[in-house]
């Protein structure tokens, strides 16, 4: 027995500098190999299709989603009461419609995101296996997205098929407005980045007022800009010029009544907006992870 223990200890023992090379300075305990990177893409997956198949079950969303339907039908009717405007009340209409009741998926559900995981307590169970909070912040994201981004199409094909029944065939307002509705989907994935940041820590009801105040601030960014440049006092100017930059400026995604006139956005002004959005969302993620990591659940 003292020879087995004198055996390890000799093992943990670094060797002198006359040792054979070929001889390990430690113990040869095989070093834990690193996390391969595709691991994290498929627990990042993995939480957002779990995210969408909650999301899915909330009979909340198919509520909204036939409200939108029924509101496009609605603007066929009031459309029949018009002289040659049937096809842009129901771009108007429609496209009104689903960025509204878009924006209320994005707040209601994207607030909840965290907060129900923390209420019921599943949150431990999911950080006790290998997942980053940022990887559960990132497919938490992402499944929501996926969500907007069916409610969207399923949207989008049913203004389609108003145009097509008011116009009795091909219609070109048929394929004009889906780059105002694509605008509108990327404008929800902004809106549900602001949402995933407050949430990361407060609550959910004053995370949903934020959240709804940034998208109506958003739209009148342009108007802020001239306020601030506008203004007497310096505080002001600091103030409103901060709001500015800070704020996402939401109107580059507004072309809702261009979308009714069959007017399509430029498609330098189109990538510019989609690098715009892509590079906002990068950045309140980035901010949403750093102050989730920074919480503490007990």
Known sequence: MFSE??????????????????????STVAPTP???????LRRVASIARNAFREAVRDRVLYNLVFFVLLLTGGAIFIGDL????EAKIIVDMSLSAMLL????????VGVGLVYKELER???YAIFAKPVGRGEFLVGKYLGLCLTLAVNVLVMGAGVSLALLYVSGGYDPLVLAVWPAIILIFVELMIVVAVALLFSSFS???????????????GHFSADMKLLAASTGTTAAKILFGALYYLLPNLSHYT?????????????AAFAVALLYA???ITVLLAASILIFNRRNFK
Do not use: C, K, W
Request: no cysteine; proline share 11%; net charge negative.
């Open 278 to 280: 892509f590079v906002y």
């Open 121 to 123: 307590r599943t949150v």
């Open 82 to 85: 018009s002289a040659a405007q």
């Open 5 to 26: 223990t004198y055996t390890l200890t000799e093992r943990l023992t670094p060797t002198t500098p006359n040792a054979s090379a070929e001889e390990p300075a430690f």
């Open 255 to 267: 072309v809702i009544t261009d979308a009714g006139h069959g007017i399509t956005p430029a498609p």
């Open 203 to 217: 609550s959910p009801a004053l995370s949903a007022l934020m959240t709804f105040a940034v998208f109506i601030i």
């Open 101 to 108: 009741f878009g924006v209320f998926i994005a707040i209601f």
């Open 34 to 40: 690193p996390t391969p990177r595709g691991s994290s």
